[in-house]
Structures are given as structure tokens and as C-alpha cells.
């Protein structure tokens, strides 16, 4: 029987969790299951199925928020933009609490971009700690390396985090200690896929980082960095198509990343949406939110 219910109020834990003080860096006396400083957190409980499907925003807002899976979902994101690496150990110590209480025997994580990274991050540490757990990440246009600094990546949170790292010790030791994806060991309980523009220099770049690691590659004949959105627009319905692609371009008004991450004309992203009419993300996640798990 699950143990939790949806909880969304100022600092998010799972109702078995107790709640913090608001110190700017976590201290080992956090308990596993206490949620580290710096990130919320909200759980919403689906059914008896054994997985869970771990979401990481590429903002505070929560990504995938107005969608329902048939699987509970814990929805995360990083409230200072540190790119899911302050207190990323504490943090998968949390993960793995709510793992092993929940008796999940699947993790599928995902997320975009800063989510993307957090994701891949996440993936690699629980798949560490719980080699008997099937860990999958979908990881789309992610950073793959923060550290030392990444000329490369031009988000103004990217420009903001290394500012913060050159004047505070603790966030450069973390970032020394998780911000780089391909010093990670990827275990073999682990699978990891990418999809990425291949137009898009940066993010091929970013992905091919990792080359070396045992990562599925899915290029899309794309230039933009927002492949995620992407894979939820349907180019079957024009004016809905248009209608969501407005609202994102609004969005990006007051998002920063984001307006760096689209294309400046609305026509050149309807045409990238157009190319991937056959990148659906439901299609993509079928698969690995089935309700049971497989007896291999």
C-alpha cells in the first residue's frame, strides 16, 4: 500500500518526511528522508504500480505539471538554479528513501536542458546505490559538463551559477564533484537516452560528450534546443499547434532560457515541429510506464 499522498506547500517533502530550516547548504545531519535545501518537491500517487516516474523542471515551475501518468510521479525542481548539483548526494540519499519505502523496483526519470542534466545526474547515483532497481533516463537537449566553466552554454542561469561558484567555496565543490556527466560510471542497471537538435551545434555538442558512454543518441533534424516541447506538440491539429506555440513564445517573455532556447521566429519552430510530427512523448514513455515490470 503507498504510504503518500500529493503535498504542495512551500518546501514539498512526502508526507513521511519532516520539513527543514533554511540553510543555504545541506549539513551531513540531514536525515534520508528529509528533503535538502534547495529543492521542492511534489508527489502525486497514481496506483499500486512499482514505478516511479521521476520529472526534473528545467525551472521552479514543475515540467509535465498538467499532465496525469499512469504511474506515481514525483514532480522536482531546483529552486536556486544550481542544476540539480548542490546537495546532489543528500539528495539521491532522499530519492533512495522514497525508492526502497515506496518498494519501487523501476525509476524512469526525465527532463530537459538543466532538467536533462539533473536527470542523467540523478540516474547515474541511484543506479549506483540500487543495482537490483531498473533505472531509465530520458534526457532531452541536457547539458552534459558545468564544470570547469562550459564556454559552450550560453543560458544566462548557466552564467549565473559559475558568478555564484566564483565567490562561494560550497557551490564550486560541488560542481567539482557532480558537474560533469561523462566522469560518471553509467552501471549496467542503468539506461540513458538522449535526444537533441543535430542542427543545433551546442546541444550536439553536449551530447556527444558522452559518446564514450554506453547512451542511446537520438538526433532530430532540428536547430532548436527545446526538443521536449516538441515531442508534445501535435502538427496534426494547426490551430492548436499554433495556439500552444504562442503560449510558449509568452512564456518565454519572462524566461530568459527559454527565449535563448527557441528559435526568434515563430515559423521556424512550427516548421521544427512539423519535421518531428513523429516524436510523440507519450509513444516515448509507453513503454517504460507500463503498470507492471517485466520478470526478466
Known sequence: MKRWRTIALGIEVLAAC?????????????????????????FREAGEAPTLFIIFSSDTRYTLYKHDYPVDTLFVADKWGNYFTLGAGLFRNYLKYTIVSGGYK?????????????????????????PSVSISVFAFSPQTRLYPLN?????????????RAEEKQSIRDFLEKFGDLGRLTYPANLKVRIFYGE?????????????????EMYPLPVGGHATLTLAMLDPSDERELHDMVDRVYERAKTNPDLQSSLPKEKADFLHDARVTAGLNLDAILHEELAPTVSAE
Open 106 to 130: 523501476r525509476v524512469v526519470l526525465l527532463g530537459a536542458s538543466k532538467g536533462g542534466f539533473g536527470a542523467i545526474l540523478q540516474g547515474n547515483l541511484l543506479a549506483q546505490s540500487l
Open 199 to 215: 542542427k543545433n551545434a551546442i546541444d550536439t555538442a553536449e551530447a556527444q560528450y558522452l559518446k564514450a558512454k554506453p547512451v
Open 151 to 163: 564556454d559552450r552554454l550560453y543560458f544566462k542561469s548557466y552564467r549565473n551559477l559559475m558568478r
Open 18 to 42: 519532516s520539513g527543514l530550516g533554511a540553510t543555504a547548504v545541506p549539513t551531513p545531519a540531514v536525515a534520508a528522508n528529509e528533503l535538502p535545501s534547495g529543492y521542492k518537491c511534489e
